[in-house]
């Protein structure tokens, strides 16, 4: 049985004080049950965050690793230095890197192989812009974002990926795609990673929804067969909010 996953990706908020005390309210509030709960924090908050986490369905995860493994490339944060500050789980490829730093399908695929290889779950994050959903291009766009990606990846290390459908004119917008929209595509991926890696994979493959979630649209949207749960942006800023969606499986 696939995963349900909640992620929190706090992107650059809180400081380091208000990030902690974020996490240890959420560590007191989180019940072992069948959800996976993961905190995307800033790398400086990464390990000090770490200490905090004590429930075992609880985890931490960063917002984004470097596209090489060591070396000279000042200001940036490996994969391996991620997971050594006690993360599982690196969201790759949001539609806010992809947009703001340029990130381009080949680099992306790499910063997915190095997660990998250093043991870190990568969440692949793939959305259209709303150009591409009004003209009807938006399930080819996810596509190819997903098969360039991810599909030369060997199917051991397919298996350990998590992907994120956040349509881009959802993100921050308080407009959410609906519960059909959001099924639809995530219908349209699974699809797709059968076609490539074959039935007992797709179905294995945790799909997460991202844009505008809130307590009050998770239950619609995470009813969904194809919805196995949620990244959430602003949502997660707030201990109420973010368990009031962990709460809505
Ligand atoms: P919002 O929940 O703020 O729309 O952000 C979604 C997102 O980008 C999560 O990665």
Redesign the pocket.
């Known amino acids: 049985m696939r995963k349900k996953i909640v ?1 929190g ?1 706090w ?1 650059m908020n809180k400081t380091l004080q208000d990030g902690m005390e974020l996490a240890k309210t959420i560590n007191r509030q989180v019940y072992d049950n069948n959800v996976i709960v993961v905190l ?1 924090t800033p790398f400086i908050h990464l390990s000090d965050v770490a200490k905090v986490l004590s429930k075992d369905s609880l985890f931490l995860g960063a917002q984004n690793c470097a596209s090489e493994a060591s070396g000279a490339f000042t200001g940036e944060v490996s994969a391996e230095m991620i997971r050594s500050a006690g993360a599982d789980y690196v ?1 790759i490829g ?3 890197r992809r947009t703001y730093f340029k990130e381009s399908d080949s680099i992306l695929n790499k910063k997915v192989k190095l997660s990998l290889a250093n043991n870190l779950i990568p969440i692949f ?1 793939c959305g259209e812009v709303l150009a591409e959903r009004q003209a009807g291009k938006h399930i080819q766009v996810v596509k190819d974002q997903v098969e360039k990606g991810l599909f030369d990846l060997s199917p051991e290390d397919f298996s350990r990926t998590v992907i ?1 459908y ?1 349509p881009v004119w ?5 407009v ?1 795609a609906t519960a059909e929209q959001a099924q639809e595509m995530h219908k349209v991926i699974r699809d797709c990673i059968a076609g490539k890696y074959g039935n007992p994979i797709a179905e294995n493959t945790s799909i997460l929804y ?5 307590p009050s649209n998770a239950k619609e949207l995470f009813t969904n067969p194809d919805v196995d749960g949620g ?6 800023l707030t201990a109420s909010d973010f368990m009031g969606i962990v709460n809505a499986f």
């Open positions: 992620a990706n992107k995307c969201i949001h539609s806010e994050c994120a956040e959802a993100i921050g917008t308080g959410n991202g844009g505008s979630c809130k990244l959430i942006g602003g949502a997660s």
